[in-house]
């Protein structure tokens, strides 16, 4: 069995459990909607609309997209597949605009970037209530399902690199020091994360170390981990759950707790999530809750270093959860 197996077989144990106990009321009697369990489903409303599924542009999330496209054909729901629509304004855009019903979207992005707030809780949970709550009152933009796995901003460090540092990964600091005390050393990143509120700022403030501009190279993200795993960069930005980090030899390094959270659900617009099949909360909701950060790796891993295809990964993720 490979490792990527192991690691959705584990996870598929763990869901199924956690829904099982989750469907029991106080006297054992199964009260739960999710339609993976055998129960029949509530009817559908005779004009329920076709729900059109967007997502950003980049492995993880176009995998997500996937997934709700998959399981909501497997439902028998009415969908048209936007994936891969672009990044996160063009999505966010394209919800408030009625041009796409859902995308994914990451609970440290909507506090931030969508919301405009600052000062984001370090508790999942709160942050997930905070920013639901917000977007619903303000937007009418409907967060549903958590998703244990946190996609933060972080960096890994090239092989030479960690090899220079005796083989241990960095942590931050250590990070700032290597930069400081070797100045040919560059910090490659993608060009809006040197800008960005919750980006390299946040790892400036807690180093004391402002990366000189002649140690930035900005890059585009995909190139940002080639050029780190070929040695050419020193230390590249990365999403913390991307499978190329192990496969292209990186090595994250560790953050003690400084950038913002980034837990995933789907976002809908709340009319149409009102007036649809009943099962769509309840299958976006089982989706997202057994995709811990090791899951998340494994699947990213199999389209980003084995060449397979989104819609093969999804549906293999699917069928370990009971929704394909």
């Not at 040197?194 to 180093?207: A, K």
Request: net charge negative.
């Amino acid at each position: 069995m490979t490792q990527v197996s192991r690691t959705l077989r584990i996870a598929a144990l763990t869901l199924a459990t956690g829904l099982t106990l989750a469907a029991c009321g106080a006297d054992g009697e199964d009260t739960t909607a999710d339609p993976g369990n055998g129960a029949t489903p509530a009817p559908a409303p005779a004009d329920a609309p076709t729900i059109v599924v967007g997502s950003k542009d980049f492995t993880e999330n176009i995998l997500l997209g996937q997934m709700l496209v998959i399981a909501l054909e497997e439902a028998g729901i009415d969908v048209e597949d936007r994936t891969n629509l672009g990044g996160t304004v063009v999505n966010r855009d394209a919800l408030l605009a009625d041009q796409i019903n859902v995308y994914p979207e990451y609970n440290g992005t909507g506090w931030t970037v969508h919301l405009g707030q600052e000062d984001p809780s370090f508790d999942r949970q709160e942050l997930y209530d905070l920013v639901a709550d917000k977007d619903l009152a303000d937007n009418g933009i409907r967060w549903v399902g958590l998703s244990p796995l946190n996609n933060t901003y972080g960096f890994a460090s090239s092989p030479s690199a960690t090899a220079a540092n005796g083989g241990e990964a960095f942590t931050f600091q250590t990070m700032a020091d290597y930069l400081e005390a070797n100045p040919d050393a560059v910090a490659c990143m993608e060009s809006e994360f040197p800008d960005r509120p919750d980006g390299l700022i946040l790892w400036e403030e807690h180093t004391g170390f402002e990366i000189p501009q002649e140690q930035q190279v900005i890059l585009e993200t995909g190139v940002v981990y080639t050029e780190t795993g070929n040695d050419n960069c020193d230390f590249g930005e990365v999403f913390t759950t991307d499978g190329r980090i192990d496969g292209l030899g990186l090595s994250l390094v560790a953050d003690p707790g400084v950038m913002i959270l980034y837990n995933l659900s789907f976002t809908f617009r709340d009319e149409v999530l009102e007036a649809s099949d009943p099962q769509l909360v309840a299958i976006a909701e089982a989706i997202v809750a057994g995709l811990d950060n090791e899951t998340m790796v494994a699947l990213n891993f199999e389209v980003d270093i084995n060449g397979r295809e989104y819609d093969d990964v999804a549906r293999e993720y699917l069928e370990t959860i009971g929704l394909a």
